[in-house]
């Protein structure tokens, strides 16, 4: 099946013009273009199978290095990469060094997923949490997991009398400020002593790189908890918490949880930096209705409004390719395809770019 048609299958509609010219992006020499690109984690698993997707299609190699949201802003400011992804929108102090550096810097959402709560408790298949109680987690205000405030969400399951192993993110992420959002919204305690930041820094907890490092880490000990993009979690086999959510159900990450929390927020204006500061940013947070998953994020390219005219085209290309027909492949790998709405927008933010 070809990209196309399995767009047409998932999304149950057409792939709308602009999504990429024929042919390929090879140079005149016949050399494959090389694009290098780099930051979060939360969108690696499913930027490589895109690369993979996309080699085949247009010569085009595209060399993604995950290191993390902040170091993928960093070094999208400073040239050293051609494109970035972070799942934290640019911050004003973040995206007036880009300015100043290179000009203005287009976020374009490439895809949304759900941040998983996962724990390694043996025998305990099913697990309930609410964000006020993983805040306390992480706070250090509930430190066992027989904790009185656990077992009240857990009627009838053996709760261990074990300590708690909150993990963290040890670098600058996009998944973080997705997880820290989300505990602000529902938290006061949490808002005040730590907000939304790509960086935790908590007095306990245990910190790793990456959502590999997290999952790695959670797997491999007994008592453990942590956050990371749920393509990790199935990956890993690890448990995944179930969250009550705004309208006090209980739901599961999965792509159907996160569809829902993408309609109902989106229909909803930005009203708070850092979502008002870029076009086509949401926060999807602590969304309305039943079927919402409350942590959920979109990660986003980062790419500089003024290209190169050796590299820029094999660039906007790509982003063009990846927010229409690449969107097939988010279901198959723990992701949710962006709504086609925004692909349009996106492909027309795109259409912007100059080069030279």
Known sequence: MTPVARVMLLLGTFAFAGCGGGG??????????RVSAGGATFVDPIMRAWAKDYRKAKRTEID???????????DLTAK?????????????????AAKAAGGDVLHIPVTMGAVAIVYNLPGIEQLNL???VIADIYLQKVSKWNDAAIAALNPGVALPDKAIVAVRRAESSGTTNIFSEYLSKVSPAFKDQVGMTKEMKLGGGVGQQGNDGIAGFVKNNQGALGYVELAYANKNKIATAK??????????????????????????????EPYTLHDLT????????????????????????????DKGPAVVDFLKWVVVDGQA???????APLPLELGKKAQAKLDGVTFE
């Open 24 to 33: 390929d992006n090879a140079t005149e020499g016949g050399t494959p273009v």
């Open 64 to 74: 993604y290095v995950k290191s993390g949201s902040g170091k993928g802003i960093g």
């Open 80 to 96: 050293t990469i051609d494109f970035g992804c972070t799942d934290a929108p640019m911050s004003r102090k973040e995206f007036d």
């Open 130 to 132: 609410t964000g006020a």
């Open 243 to 272: 969250l009550t959510n705004k309208a006090g159900k209980l739901v599961g990450p999965n792509s159907d949880s996160v569809t829902a929390a993408a309609t109902a927020a989106m229909g909803a204006k930005p009203t708070a």
């Open 282 to 309: 949401f926060s999807l947070t602590d969304a309305e209705g039943d079927g919402s998953y409350p942590i959920v994020g979109i990660s986003y390219a980062i790419v500089y409004a003024k290209q190169s005219k």
């Open 329 to 335: 492949l988010a279901k198959e790998l723990d992701y």
